[in-house]
Nanobody, 124 residues
Framework: QVQLLESGGGLVQAGGSLRLSCAASGRTFSSRAMGWFRQALGKERELVAAITSSGSTTHYRDSVKGRFIISRDNAKNMVYLQMNSLKPEDTAVYYC?????????????????WGQGTQVTVFS
């Protein structure tokens, strides 16, 4: 049974940092891209960042470029999202997801395993 477990969310003041972790179990995902999505209350889910299977290529939505960093450790079946200079508009539930291929997809249809999410709340 495939499981993705996110951790590291919480309450942080604007300008602060958080590091999200996603632990995958049940199978290895070293051949798959990984992504972090978020969904704010009343809004659609959106891709925040994604990384190819090898980790050589990353993709970020414009609003987080220069502030967030996605990384992965295939040996540990882990993916991370370092979030710096957080803003109140970053408040959302953050989900990690496993891609259907080795390459990044910007659409959630390109991902077939999802975690339960971790809440990130940024206050000013």
């Amino acid at each position: 049974q495939v499981q993705l477990l996110e951790s590291g969310g919480g309450l942080v003041q604007a300008g602060g940092s958080l590091r999200l972790s996603c632990a995958a179990s049940g199978r290895t995902f070293s051949s798959r891209a990984m992504g972090w999505f978020r969904q704010a209350l009343g809004k659609e889910r959106e891709l925040v960042a994604a990384i190819t299977s090898s980790g050589s290529t990353t993709h970020y939505r414009d609003s987080v470029k220069g502030r967030f960093i996605i990384s992965r450790d295939n040996a540990k079946n882990m993916v991370y999202l370092q979030m710096n200079s957080l803003k109140p508009e970053d408040t959302a539930v953050y989900y990690c997801a496993v891609g259907k291929s080795a390459y990044v997809s910007v659409f959630d249809i390109g991902y077939d395993y999802w975690g339960q999410g971790t809440q990130v709340t940024v206050f000013s």
